[in-house]
C-alpha cells in the first residue's frame, strides 16, 4: 500500500461486508495494519456476525445491527484496548465476518459403492447420492476448528470434509436400518431426515448446523437391475405358452441365437412350461428329432416345479425317475451344455428313463 493509500485508510471509518460471492463463509475486512478508528461505524447485516480478533485472541461476537466503535458500545473491547487517545491512538484489530445463511445444493455422494445385506438378496453393492445444506451457528467454533486465519474462506474448502462425514455415516446408518432393497425408494424421506438427526451432533462440534439432507437416488450395479428388470417382467407375463411362442418367433425372425447365461437363470420359472410347448411343437412337426445330446458329467441340474435343482449325480436322477420328478420332458443342464433341453435329448439321461408301457 502507497503512502496516498495510507494516508486515505486514516480516515475510512465504515467497516461493513456486501458478499456478492455467494459461497463466502468467513470474510477478513481488509485495513491498513488492521487500524480501526475510535468512534469507526461498524455494519453487521442480516445473516451475517462479525466476530473482533484482539492480539490473536477472539475477543467479541457482534450481532447484525450498526454499531459506533466506542467503550459504552463494546464494553468488552474496551477492558482490552486503550481509548483515551482518540485519532492518535487507533483500535488495532481483526475484524471477520461470517455469513450465517444457508448454503444449500452442496453435493454428496459415494464414490465406491458400499455393501450391505439384504435379507432377500443377500450382499449387496448400492450407490448413493444427494445434496445437503448446512448454516453456521457458531463462528468462533468455525474459525478455530476450520476457518483459522483464511481471510477469505469459501463452501469449497470445507465440503469436502462434510461430503466425507456423511459418506462414512451414511454407510453404517443405512446398513443398521434394515430397510430391503426393494422398499429404500418409499424410505428416502424418513431415510433422509434419520441420516440428518444422527449426524447433526458431529457437524455442531464444527460449529455448523446441518439443516437437510437430501437422498435423490439409491441405485444397484447395473447387472443386477437387468436382473431385477426381467424378474419384474416375468411377473407382469400373463399367458407364459402365448409369451413363449412370441418369444421363440421374434428370435428366429431376427436370428437370434441362444439365451445367455443370465436369461436361462431368470428364465428358470418358464422351464418346465417352455419344455410342454416345445413337446407339443415336435409333435406336430414333420421334421425328424434332432441328435440326442452326449454329454459325460455326474452333476445334472434338473428343472423341478418351475425351480432348478441340483446338482444331482446318475444315481440321485434314478430316484427322480422314480417319483416322477423326472420325465422326458422335463429339461436339464449341466457343465458343457449351452442351454436347458429336454430330458429325453440327453443321451447319458434319456437312458435312465424307462420307456413307456405300451
Not at 450465517?100 to 465406491?112: I, R, S
Not at 431368470?266 to 415336435?282: E, I, Q, R
Not at 444331482?312 to 425317475?321: D, P, Q, R, S
Given at each position: 500500500?502507497?503512502?496516498?493509500?495510507?494516508?486515505?485508510?486514516?480516515?475510512?471509518?465504515?467497516?461493513?461486508?456486501?458478499?456478492?460471492?455467494?459461497?463466502?463463509?468467513?470474510?477478513?475486512?481488509?485495513?491498513?495494519?488492521?487500524?480501526?478508528?475510535?468512534?469507526?461505524?461498524?455494519?453487521?447485516?442480516?445473516?451475517?456476525?462479525?466476530v473482533f480478533v484482539n492480539e490473536g485472541e477472539i475477543a467479541d461476537v457482534i450481532a447484525p445491527g450498526m454499531y459506533e466503535l466506542e467503550t459504552k458500545n463494546l464494553p468488552i473491547l474496551s477492558t482490552l484496548q486503550h481509548w483515551d487517545h482518540g485519532f492518535q491512538s487507533p483500535f488495532k484489530a481483526e475484524v471477520y465476518f461470517c455469513n450465517t445463511k444457508q448454503f444449500v445444493d452442496l453435493k454428496w455422494g459415494t464414490k465406491n459403492p458400499i455393501m450391505l445385506r439384504d435379507k432377500e438378496f443377500g450382499a449387496v453393492r448400492l450407490r448413493a447420492y444427494g445434496t445437503y445444506a448446512i448454516r453456521i451457528t457458531?463462528?468462533?467454533?468455525?474459525?478455530?476448528?476450520?476457518?483459522?486465519?483464511?481471510?477469505?474462506?469459501?463452501?469449497?474448502?470445507?465440503?469436502?470434509?462434510?461430503?466425507?462425514?456423511?459418506?462414512?455415516?451414511?454407510?453404517?446408518?443405512?446398513?443398521?436400518?434394515?430397510?430391503?432393497?426393494?422398499?429404500?425408494?418409499?424410505?428416502?424421506?424418513?431415510?433422509?431426515?434419520?441420516?440428518?438427526?444422527?449426524?447433526?451432533?458431529?457437524?455442531?462440534?464444527?460449529?455448523?448446523?446441518?439443516?437437510?439432507?437430501?437422498?435423490?437416488?439409491?441405485?444397484?450395479?447395473?447387472?443386477?437391475?437387468?436382473?431385477?428388470?426381467?424378474?419384474?417382467?416375468?411377473?407382469?407375463?400373463?399367458?407364459?405358452?402365448?409369451?413363449?411362442?412370441?418369444?421363440?418367433?421374434?428370435?428366429?425372425?431376427?436370428?437370434?441365437?441362444?439365451?445367455?447365461?443370465?436369461?436361462?437363470?431368470?428364465?428358470?420359472?418358464?422351464?418346465?412350461?417352455?419344455?410342454?410347448?416345445?413337446?407339443?411343437?415336435?409333435?406336430?412337426?414333420?421334421?425328424?428329432?434332432?441328435?440326442?445330446?452326449?454329454?459325460?458329467?455326474?452333476?445334472?441340474?434338473?428343472?423341478?416345479?418351475?425351480?432348478?435343482?441340483?446338482?444331482?449325480?446318475?444315481?440321485?436322477?434314478?430316484?427322480?425317475?422314480?417319483?416322477?420328478?423326472?420325465?422326458?420332458?422335463?429339461?436339464?443342464?449341466?457343465?458343457?451344455?449351452?442351454?436347458?433341453?429336454?430330458?429325453?435329448?440327453?443321451?447319458?439321461?434319456?437312458?435312465?428313463?424307462?420307456?413307456?408301457?405300451?
Amino acid at each position: 500500500m502507497g503512502l496516498f493509500d495510507r494516508f486515505f485508510a486514516e480516515f475510512i471509518d465504515v467497516i461493513e461486508w456486501m458478499d456478492d460471492s455467494h459461497d463466502t463463509i468467513i470474510y477478513r475486512f481488509q485495513r491498513y495494519g488492521d487500524e480501526i478508528k475510535y468512534g469507526a461505524k461498524l455494519t453487521v447485516r442480516e445473516s451475517q456476525l462479525a466476530v473482533f480478533v484482539n492480539e490473536g485472541e477472539i475477543a467479541d461476537v457482534i450481532a447484525p445491527g450498526m454499531y459506533e466503535l466506542e467503550t459504552k458500545n463494546l464494553p468488552i473491547l474496551s477492558t482490552l484496548q486503550h481509548w483515551d487517545h482518540g485519532f492518535q491512538s487507533p483500535f488495532k484489530a481483526e475484524v471477520y465476518f461470517c455469513n450465517t445463511k444457508q448454503f444449500v445444493d452442496l453435493k454428496w455422494g459415494t464414490k465406491n459403492p458400499i455393501m450391505l445385506r439384504d435379507k432377500e438378496f443377500g450382499a449387496v453393492r448400492l450407490r448413493a447420492y444427494g445434496t445437503y445444506a448446512i448454516r453456521i451457528t457458531d463462528p468462533v467454533k468455525f474459525i478455530k476448528e476450520i476457518a483459522g486465519t483464511d481471510s477469505h474462506f469459501t463452501v469449497d474448502e470445507v465440503s469436502n470434509q462434510l461430503r466425507n462425514l456423511i459418506i462414512s455415516r451414511f454407510t453404517n446408518i443405512a446398513g443398521k436400518a434394515s430397510i430391503p432393497i426393494l422398499d429404500l425408494a418409499a424410505n428416502y424421506d424418513q431415510l433422509g431426515t434419520y441420516l440428518t438427526q444422527q449426524i447433526s451432533p458431529e457437524f455442531q462440534e464444527l460449529g455448523v448446523e446441518l439443516t437437510k439432507i437430501l437422498i435423490e437416488n439409491i441405485s444397484l450395479p447395473s447387472s443386477v437391475e437387468e436382473a431385477l428388470d426381467k424378474r419384474t417382467s416375468m411377473g407382469m407375463i400373463g399367458n407364459l405358452d402365448q409369451y413363449i411362442k412370441y418369444q421363440s418367433a421374434e428370435a428366429l425372425g431376427s436370428g437370434g441365437s441362444a439365451s445367455s447365461a443370465m436369461d436361462m437363470g431368470m428364465g428358470f420359472a418358464m422351464a418346465n412350461k417352455m419344455a410342454g410347448s416345445l413337446d407339443v411343437d415336435a409333435k406336430e412337426s414333420t421334421l425328424s428329432p434332432p441328435p440326442l445330446v452326449s454329454v459325460e458329467t455326474e452333476k445334472w441340474y434338473v428343472a423341478i416345479n418351475n425351480e432348478p435343482s441340483g446338482p444331482h449325480t446318475t444315481k440321485e436322477l434314478k430316484a427322480l425317475i422314480g417319483d416322477n420328478k423326472l420325465l422326458p420332458n422335463s429339461l436339464v443342464w449341466a457343465e458343457g451344455m449351452t442351454d436347458w433341453v429336454a430330458a429325453s435329448e440327453v443321451e447319458q439321461v434319456s437312458k435312465l428313463i424307462p420307456p413307456p408301457l405300451s
